[in-house]
Structures are given as structure tokens and as C-alpha cells.
């Protein structure tokens, strides 16, 4: 850091296991990307390269090429495993992965329907080729799932051999772990962690209320995901308290009382 704090949390560095800034990539330049990761490497914990928009990308290679330079891992979007699974051509996304040397992969049935068991399979199998995120939770606002399910299938889906499991959001923030107005259901949330480590989770939050929540819930080291890439900076400070909605968070009282 560029100075010395005292009162500051205890925010575990990289390479780390949690605490970890998931951003998506939504069609960045390779310029942008350049830019954005002169500033922002330091706080990135892998790039996701949203839904399906590698297929449609300019220079893809060139840019997983560019952020691998920073050692940050990259993975497609669950929308593009879904595409592939949909149209039969599972074999061929894992010859993609390979071929554009990715070795994180998202599994997701948020767009079309698999049998829960069949999922797992998949999360098996892709476990041979690198670390395997899965996504739990609905891309349709009306199929609501109720809090015994999620833990149900987040459960399975790690005993499987996903490292991580994703509460959807999509990237708007506003379907299942989210009401339409883009607000917490906070009963779910608080069910999940019940029964589901808080350190194999990544909560999606794209909105900076989202994110504060899941700060002042769990606290500086939770796993966020859908961070906008001009969002990093400020969700690092505000990780850390150095931004107003969280500036007195982890603070000692008695010592900063006059």
C-alpha cells in the first residue's frame, strides 16, 4: 500500500484461496484491458469473460494472452458452456478450453434446464482439466429457489468437485440471490451460510449495495463476483474501509473516540 494505516483489516494478499475479486469482462479492448490492468492488476483474482461474448471478441487470444501475463486466471462464461452443452457439443468446449489454454471452467444451468445429476457429471469430468466453478441459482426472475434447495445443490455441486460455487445474479444483480429492485434476500443469504463454507462461495455483486452487504456480512476477505473492471479500486477500499460506507467498520472505537 502507498502508506501506513493503523486500525486496518487484516486483508489476506495474493495468491489466495478467499477474499477473492472476480471481474467480468464484457468486451473490453485490448487497450482497455491494458489500462485497466495497469491500475487494477494488485486487487484481480481471476477474469471471467461474460456470458458468451468470447465467441464474438476481437483478438481473443491476444487478451487471455494479456491477462495470463499478470498470472490471473480466465474463464469463459456459463452462458458459453451452456451454449456448447445445448447444442451436443460438450467435447468441443473442453477442445476450446484446451486450445485457448483456459483452465477455469463454469458450469451453469441458468439458461436452459439439466438434471441436477447430469450437471455433476459435468463438474466431474472438468475437473481433469483445471478448476471447475459452478453456478447455482436461476437467470429467470420467476422461478424462485427456495433457501433448503440452494444449499441442497451448492452441496452437491462441491462434493462433485467444483472449488467455488457462484450465487447467481447475473450482471445486472437483480435475479436470485437478488429481488428485482436489485435488494438482498437476505434470508437466503443467511440460510446458505448456515450450511455452506462462506470461503467456497462468490456472491455475485455488481452493484456497490450488494457488495457493502456482503462486506459488512461476512467482512473484508468475502468472495465477490462481477465486479465491472473500473470497479475494482473503489470496491478494494471499500473492502478495507477507506470509502464512506464502510468507513467506520473496522475501526477501534476507543481509540479513535476524542
Not at 39 to 68: C, M, N, Q, W
Not at 144 to 156: D, R, V
Not at 168 to 195: D, F, M, P, W
Request: proline residues 4%.
Amino acid at each position: 500500500m502507498n502508506f501506513n494505516l493503523t486500525q486496518m483489516p487484516d486483508r489476506l494478499v495474493k495468491p489466495r484461496k478467499h477474499g477473492l475479486t472476480m471481474v467480468m469482462d464484457k468486451g473490453l479492448s485490448l487497450e482497455e484491458a491494458k489500462n485497466f490492468l495497469s491500475v487494477s492488476a494488485p486487487h484481480i483474482d481471476v477474469i471471467k469473460l461474460g456470458f458468451g461474448t468470447s465467441y464474438v471478441t476481437p483478438h481473443l487470444r491476444e487478451k487471455i494472452e494479456l491477462y495470463k501475463s499478470y498470472d490471473l486466471p480466465v474463464y469463459f462464461g456459463g452462458t458459453l458452456f451452456e451454449a456448447f452443452l445445448i447444442r451436443n457439443q460438450f467435447e468441443d468446449y473442453i477442445s476450446v478450453c484446451k486450445d485457448y489454454s483456459i483452465d477455469w471452467m463454469e458450469v451453469s444451468d441458468g439458461s436452459i434446464t439439466i438434471p441436477h445429476a447430469e450437471k455433476c457429471g459435468y463438474i466431474e469430468k472438468l475437473t481433469q482439466y483445471g478448476t471447475v466453478l459452478s453456478e447455482v441459482g436461476s437467470k429467470d426472475a420467476a422461478h424462485i429457489i427456495p433457501p433448503y434447495k440452494w444449499i441442497e445443490l451448492m452441496t452437491a455441486e462441491l462434493s462433485a468437485g467444483a472449488t467455488y460455487v457462484i450465487a447467481e445474479a447475473r450482471e445486472a444483480g437483480n435475479v436470485g440471490i437478488y429481488r428485482g429492485s436489485g435488494e438482498v434476500r437476505e434470508g437466503l443469504v443467511q440460510e446458505i451460510l448456515t450450511k455452506i463454507p462462506e470461503e467456497k462461495i462468490i456472491w455475485e455483486a455488481p452493484q456497490k449495495a450488494q457488495a457493502l452487504y456482503f462486506i459488512e456480512l461476512i467482512g473484508c476477505n468475502v468472495n465477490l463476483g462481477n465486479i465491472a473492471p473500473y470497479e475494482v479500486i473503489a470496491l478494494e477500499a471499500m473492502r478495507v474501509g477507506l470509502r464512506g460506507d464502510t468507513f467506520h467498520l473496522f475501526l477501534d472505537k476507543k481509540e479513535t473516540s476524542k
